[in-house]
């Protein structure tokens, strides 16, 4: 599976952004999908992650302004990032793995994206 992360930009606090992410080929509904996000000099840390069916886990601090949500239809994973903060800011990849249920760690998932860039100004 190779995964193509897109919507990223440069948004004022506050602001909202759409992150997608869909692959080149396989069906994401066989997967259990992620989003990770690393910001310069930091590790990479899980967003949020969507099971196979319908079941979803977020970081506590992003739970409530990240939503995570697939398209079938389209084929397409979604992060709806609402009420952004300058904390926010980072590479965002999504990620899948052979396994739906969910997984939190890195090290779980199987496929990953090139990254998107979101940049949070104060």
């Known amino acids: 599976v190779q995964l193509q992360a897109s919507g990223g930009g440069s948004v004022q606090t506050g602001g909202s952004l759409r992150l997608s992410c869909a692959p080149s080929?396989?069906?994401?509904?066989?997967?259990?999908m992620g989003w990770f996000r690393q910001a310069p000099g930091r590790e990479r840390e899980f967003v949020a992650a969507a099971s196979g069916g319908a079941y979803t886990r977020y970081v506590d601090s992003m739970e409530g302004r990240f939503i995570i949500s697939r398209d079938n239809a389209k084929n397409t994973l979604y992060l709806q990032m609402n009420n952004l903060k300058p904390e926010d800011a980072a590479v965002y990849y999504c990620a899948a793995r052979r396994y739906t249920a969910i997984a939190t760690q890195a090290r779980d998932y199987d496929y990953w994206g090139q990254g998107t860039q979101v940049t949070v100004s104060s």
């Open positions: 080929r396989g069906t994401l509904s066989n997967y259990g």
